[in-house]
């Protein structure tokens, strides 16, 4: 983990200034937004469109360094959101911020893209598990970061937009003045979502799911806070626990799911998800002690089962795929994240603050009941048989997802070549 570090310090610093920036600016949105005035649906419209914007750029980023290479494209892009954010307090109708949040959303999964690339070509096949185990933390404590400069200023002022615009700014800074070359970059063949479908169903459909309860906490947890009528400090503090949430249960999770049904542990984590909802429902109101429990509860499952349901689909599929298949998941993902604000927005339109918790525990309650029948359609694999499960959270592009997808064929080829070895 050292040399990890002593060999991307530089890019890491990057990410993490990018993950702070980028957590900021979206739990202030939200609290900015019911200062407006702006109704739960149209901060749903909003916080939809950073997401349509990151599914766009996440496709189309690749393409873009292709033709004029990492560094223009991260500087470009990195620019281009820090100019945005800083118009966020200077055009405040909801309209003008789908537009900005659009935009954000497209030059952030292009960065991440550069930036996850960069990282790879950094790693090699015995540090590739630390990398992204590095990587995954400097997210979680990036995102958890940008909810605790929330309360140094205040949201209706202009002061908390300049710190991620400055953020961002800084951010490519110690990654261009890195010693590491630009890697080379080329993107692997596509598996049709029919095909993808066929390999491995819940794979594909709980992926779709999972990308509403992550988007829904991701991009309206704060809008929930406001409208439910929390100060800053308590909406702070309640983002922050999905993050915290995220990072505690990571691992464990991860080292669990390499030795049991992935099925089994999929289904009891999302019927967790379900539970940790109806807390939120039914006493988040009352308490600010069990909010945050269900807050945390839903982040400690949500981010792990993105990992999860990546390990089960590869464990379908032929190591000369599993490249292939990234895409895929990855853009079922972001069709389910798009989909997620949406129908948060519209049930807090209709039901008021509740309708938060309670669109997210029906969507957690679809993926169990997937689960739960997709496990009476064909046996498990072997746990002897499966791949490795590596860390990743639903903030990646599909090249994180080959990164993590490498790794899974390393260490199954390793296993192999020496049994016992726990790889």
Excluded at 255 to 284: E, N, Q, Y
Excluded at 379 to 402: C, N, Q, R
Aim: glycine share 10%.
């Amino acid at each position: 983990m050292l040399s990890v570090l002593n060999s991307a310090w530089a890019l890491l610093l990057g990410l993490l200034l990018l993950m702070i920036g980028n957590g900021l600016q979206g739990t202030l949105l939200g609290v900015r937004g019911e200062i407006e005035g702006f109704s739960a649906f149209e901060m749903s419209i909003v916080m939809a469109a950073y997401f349509v914007g990151f599914l766009g750029g996440s496709r189309m980023a690749p393409r873009m360094i292709a033709r004029v290479g990492h560094v223009r494209v991260f500087s470009a892009l990195a620019s281009m959101v820090s100019a945005v954010v800083i118009l966020f307090p200077v055009f405040t109708d909801p309209w003008a911020w789908s537009v900005g949040r659009l935009i954000i959303g497209f030059c952030f999964s292009g960065v991440y893209v550069t930036a996850e690339s960069w990282l790879n070509n950094t790693s090699t096949n015995e540090t590739r598990g630390q990398t992204l185990a590095i990587y995954v933390l400097v997210q979680m404590i990036g995102l958890i970061l940008g909810q605790a400069l929330l309360v140094v200023a205040d949201p209706s002022g202009f002061v908390l937009f300049v710190i991620p615009a400055v953020l961002v700014s800084i951010s490519f800074a110690p990654i261009l003045l890195s010693v590491a070359p630009a890697p080379a970059f080329g993107t692997a063949k596509r598996m049709t979502l029919a095909e993808l479908y066929r390999a491995s169903p819940l794979g594909l459909i709980g992926m779709l799911l999972l990308g509403t309860v992550f988007s829904a906490q991701f991009g309206m947890s704060a809008v929930y806070g406001a409208a439910a009528g929390l100060s800053v400090r308590e909406i702070s503090v309640f983002v922050s626990a999905f993050f915290v949430g995220a990072l505690v249960l990571q691992y464990p999770l991860g080292w669990l799911s390499d030795r049991m049904d992935r099925r089994v542990l999929i289904l009891g984590l999302s019927v967790v998800g379900t539970a940790g909802a109806v807390l939120g429902l039914m006493l988040g109101a009352a308490r600010t002690e069990f909010l945050l429990a269900a807050a945390f509860a839903i982040g400690a499952v949500a981010n792990p089962l993105y990992s999860l349901l990546i390990a089960y689909t590869n464990d379908f599929l032929e190591a000369e795929d599993m490249a292939a298949a990234s895409s895929g998941l990855v853009f079922v993902n972001g069709v389910g994240a798009i989909i997620g604000p949406l129908a948060t927005g519209w049930g807090m339109q209709v039901v008021g603050p509740p309708g938060f918790f309670a669109t997210i525990a029906g969507f957690f309650a679809l993926l169990s009941i997937y689960a739960a029948w997709r496990m009476t359609r064909r046996p498990a694999p072997a746990a002897e048989e499966t791949g490795s499960y590596a860390p990743l959270g639903p903030t990646v592009t599909p090249v994180a997802v080959e990164f993590a997808q490498e790794y899974a064929i390393d260490t199954a080829l390793e296993e192999q070549e020496n049994p016992g070895s726990g790889a």
